[in-house]
């Protein structure tokens, strides 16, 4: 895919699926902004991108911190001029992952943060660039937990569905404005294709870079008439 001549913001960067979106919009020429709250795992994996030829800034910060997000959206913006695809990637979803009944409000809170607020920071930050632009990519990252619903992970299952209704929300609103905004539910994804092979009908888990490829694919011209949908990546997930 073709990215030459865009600028795309990219968080949770330092690793996993983060990082393997931020690669392939590498590989297709795309100059790139990457967040990450381990700012020195960020930098190493910044370095890896930019010995392939690519401007690659950073800035270490908690998406769930409202001036650092900002901050970080307009910083980008003045580096480049614009921006035009946003990857909101970070999120967590192993803290305390236990029985609704044995969960813990703070527990609560710290994902609702991350995962809600995060998105809608950085979201709220891109558009006006976007809307004055004329051009944009967004897309978000929810769960099958979102979809499917995991038990002993209802905290995490509830912040992912609130981004796959906010993505069609929004799609509705900008979409005519040529911004596009979709949503990726991965299922079980891991750097060892034989863990959790029980997940899925494919027997195996699927690949940070094939996670990445649709979020790709939903962030180049090639999606240019695809908005406010959820793509699940789950091998066929049997479920559990």
């Known amino acids: 895919m073709n990215f030459q001549g865009r600028c795309a913001i990219v968080t949770g960067a330092a690793a996993g699926i983060g990082f393997a979106s931020a690669e392939l919009l590498a590989e297709g020429g795309a100059s790139l902004y990457l967040t990450d709250i381990d700012g020195e795992k960020l930098e190493e994996s910044a370095q890896k991108l930019r010995e392939t030829g690519v401007t690659v800034y950073t800035a270490a910060g908690d998406v769930a911190d409202e001036k650092s997000a900002y901050a970080a959206v307009a910083d980008a913006a003045q580096k480049f001029g614009k921006i035009d695809i946003l990857v909101n990637n970070a999120g967590i979803y192993r803290l305390k992952r236990t029985s609704f009944a044995d969960s813990e409000p703070d527990t609560w809170r710290r994902k609702i943060d991350v995962n809600i607020y995060g998105t809608l920071y950085y979201t709220h ?57 979709n949503a990726v539910s991965p299922g079980s994804i891991s750097d060892d294709p034989d863990k959790m092979p029980n997940h899925s009908f494919m027997g195996r888990s699927g690949s940070f870079r094939e996670c990445a490829q649709v979020i790709a694919f939903l962030a180049s011209e090639e999606a240019s008439y695809v908005s406010g949908q959820n793509y699940i990546v789950d091998g066929c997930r049997k479920l559990m």
């Not at 944009?136 to 209704?165: E, P, Q």
Request: glycine share 10%; aromatic share 8%; hydrophobic share 50%.
């Open 125 to 181: 930050a891109v558009l006006p660039h976007m809307l004055k632009a004329g051009y944009g990519r967004i897309v978000n990252l929810s769960s099958v937990a979102a979809v499917y619903g995991i038990a002993m992970m209802t905290d995490y299952s509830m912040t992912k569905g609130a981004i796959l209704g906010f993505t069609k929300a929004l799609a509705k609103e900008v979409t005519a404005s040529g911004i596009t905004v």
